[in-house]
């Protein structure tokens, strides 16, 4: 049953809450809300008792946040109990700030308490539950968010101008009422990154990509035209990928009513007629990528950049499986076709061309970044050797489509989103297949991640199914 001072105070805070048009101090609380949060007595357990003194005003009773455990993104809600000893004054206000060691922070001052029952309505003998709720950034970088709360007076920002508090862990005139355990393990990459989760099962390469091992993929469900495509790409191209301990996968599906290439011969210059290029960086250094190039005949160009253009070795072998599936016929082009679709298992080791130095784990590890894209040319009807049309999954220039700066960063995770391993493997002494490390034969235990050096050009160890 309500208490007789709710009442009380209900009845008095209707009139404040009549909306008076322009010039209204602001949100308006329901008066019934504001009467049920205000107590006669604290209640009989507050999980986290604190009693911590502010001046000799008002007590922090504590809290009733149990539950610590929080992921970057999640809501947090908790409720705050302030007995009144006597009134402050109206120029007090509470405030709530969410701080991390790596220099997080945020500003979570507002309530509906707080807002609608400000310290000018305070009177002695009250408590006031005060429900805060508030969302640890999702880009959340340390591992603990420390809540603290404290009294200020409004417009003032000196830390003097706070009132005094007698507490635990006080530091600046600020009250830690709550520890939380974030796991950044759930976090999601940095904004322009996608977060790459591991298949959770096998995938045939069969050019149709419907098994459920894609189902963690990420997805692109529309290119974009490259920046100067004249005239702009005017059918749909989407994409997906994922990963497992032996590929990186690529799925491609171009929508095309003419489906055309003449090559057929390995390293032919694929990039002049209707293609998917995927273009990676591991390590980001700009110091060396691999392009690799399927065409709808299911031709393969492969190559190796040392630094920047021109200085590549085409006489690299990524050992990249492919299948193509054409809805159409290639050979004619006035029949009218649908569109092509590319499934495609690019081996780890690959992604390190012929640099021996490179440090990039194979097979990547939770966590692990590389940068990379996925571009789509196609020539029309009538158009002359060279790529008329472009679109990739991350915007680049026609001008360059490697565009190392405009790379997609893709963050490896595990087929449930954890972004970082159990624990960080030590490199393997060198293998007698000429790589460190070692490659495990088919069906063996791999046994631990390991960073090889590429010696020589890497097959796959078994190819998928």
């Known amino acids: 049953m309500r208490s007789q001072l709710g009442w009380t105070l209900l009845l008095a805070l209707v009139p404040a809450c009549v909306d008076k048009g322009p010039g209204d101090p602001g949100p308006q609380i329901d008066p019934a809300y504001i009467a049920e949060h205000l107590l006669e007595a604290p209640p009989a357990s507050i999980p986290n008792r604190l009693d911590a003194k502010f001046g000799d005003a008002v007590i922090y009773l504590g809290n009733d946040l149990v539950d610590t455990a929080v992921e970057p993104g999640e809501k947090v809600v908790i409720h705050h109990y302030w007995q009144i000893l006597k009134p402050p004054g109206a120029q007090w206000r509470i405030f709530a700030h969410l701080r991390g060691p790596a220099g997080d922070f945020l500003n979570a001052d507002l309530t ?8 000018a309505k305070w009177e002695a003998g009250m408590v006031i539950r005060d429900e805060q709720s508030f969302v640890v950034d999702k880009f959340w970088k340390s591992a603990t968010a420390t809540l603290v709360v404290g009294l200020f007076q409004k417009g003032k920002h000196k830390l003097t101008d706070r009132m005094e508090v ?4 006080v530091v600046d005139r600020a009250l830690p009422v709550a520890t939380l355990q974030v796991d950044l393990s759930k976090a999601p990459p940095p904004p322009g990154n ?41 059918w749909s191209t989407t994409a997906k ?15 095309d009513p003419d489906v055309h290439s003449d090559f057929v011969k390995q390293d032919d210059h694929l990039w002049e007629q209707d293609v998917i290029e995927v273009f990676i960086d591991a390590d980001g250094n700009r110091r060396g990528y691999v392009e690799l190039q399927v065409n709808p005949r299911d031709t393969h160009f492969d190559t190796w950049f040392v630094g920047v253009r021109p200085n590549r070795d085409d006489s690299f072998d990524s050992g990249m499986i492919s299948k193509v599936v054409v809805k159409g016929t290639i050979d004619s082009r006035a029949d009218g076709d649908v569109g092509w679709d590319l499934e495609l298992a690019i081996p780890h080791a690959a992604v390190l061309g012929k640099d021996p ?19 789509r040319g196609d020539v029309a009807v009538g158009g002359k050797n060279g790529i008329l049309r472009a679109a990739t999954w991350n915007p680049i220039t026609c001008d360059d489509f490697h565009a190392l700066d405009r790379m997609l960063t893709v963050q490896f995770a595990s087929a449930t989103g954890e972004l970082k391993p159990a624990e960080t493997p030590e490199l393997a002494a060198p293998g007698a297949d000429g790589i460190d490390g070692g490659v495990p034969e088919a069906g063996a235990d791999a046994g631990p991640a390991v960073m090889p050096t590429l010696r020589a050009p890497v097959r796959p160890v078994a190819p998928p199914p």
């Open 112 to 119: 509906d308490m707080r807002t609608g029952y400000p310290a």
């Open 166 to 169: 007698i507490g635990e862990g």
């Open 194 to 234: 996608i977060a790459l989760k591991k298949a959770p099962g096998p995938i045939k390469i069969d050019g149709v990509a419907n098994e459920e091992g894609w189902t963690n993929a990420a997805v692109q469900t529309s290119f974009t035209s490259c920046e100067g495509s004249a005239p702009e790409m005017p």
């Open 241 to 255: 990928l994922t990963w497992d301990d032996q590929y990186l996968y690529v799925f491609v599906a171009a929508e």
């Open 357 to 375: 130095e490179m440090k990039v784990h194979v097979p990547p590890l939770p966590g692990d970044t590389w940068r990379l894209n996925v571009v």
